[in-house]
């Protein structure tokens, strides 16, 4: 269980296929290393992995093609930064909320707008999880917890305060770039709760 609170931005240094998966390498040195125990998990852009090794500053996590087909660490490249967070302790602060680390869906930024100091995104999702989505309610892009502001068909829009964007990867988003969403959880559990089964 996570947050969507980034403590660090790492660096994805290498990319290995090993038995038909891959193997992702990232330069976590922005993080505690107590924290990345073999075996604990870590959300990576808010995909949440398994630390299967350590060398150095580094990790290593095994990574399914069904994974990164589903997200966008199949897109990613040496290099690439990306949003860390390890997983939540506890009597850990619960600073954003209560997120799972298992994407949703590939969102589409498709408007950016200056607002102020900060930037104004407005994201494109499949329609079938908006439902899920309201105003002032909670999402996580790329692994950060962020306040919806408003909703319109099949899109909805966020403010990114400076910190964030200097702090994350979304201040580097570009239009038409896709974002790992991942729905508040409390807001599926509760359609569950509310649907009737039949039983």
């Known amino acids: ?39 604990d998990s870590i959300s990576v852009q808010g995909a949440c992995l398994t630390v299967t090794r350590r060398q150095g500053s580094c990790f290593f996590a095994d990574v399914s093609r069904e994974t990164m087909a589903k997200t966008t660490l199949g897109k990613l490249k040496a290099g690439s930064s990306v949003n860390l967070e390890p997983s939540l302790r506890a009597g850990d602060a619960l600073g954003g909320h209560m997120v799972s680390g298992h994407v949703d869906a590939l969102g589409v930024l498709r408007q950016l707008t200056e ?8 994201f ?30 099949p899109r909805f829009d ?10 994350t990867t979304l201040g580097g988003l570009g239009i038409d770039d896709e974002v790992n969403i991942e729905i508040d959880v409390v807001a599926r559990y509760l359609e569950r709760l509310m649907t009737k089964t039949g039983t």
């Open 1 to 39: 269980m996570f947050t969507g609170i980034v403590l660090a931005k790492g660096r994805l240094t290498s990319i290995t296929e090993r038995g038909g998966d891959l193997e992702l390498g990232i330069d976590a040195a922005g993080l505690d290393s107590a924290r990345l125990g073999i075996g």
């Open 115 to 122: 607002d102020a100091r900060s930037r104004r995104m407005e």
């Open 124 to 153: 494109e999702l499949p329609a079938d999880l908006m439902r899920f989505v309201a105003p002032k309610g909670s999402i996580c892009i790329n692994g950060v917890s962020l306040t919806v502001n408003k909703v319109e068909g």
């Open 158 to 167: 966020v403010n990114i305060i400076p910190h964030t964007l200097k702090e």
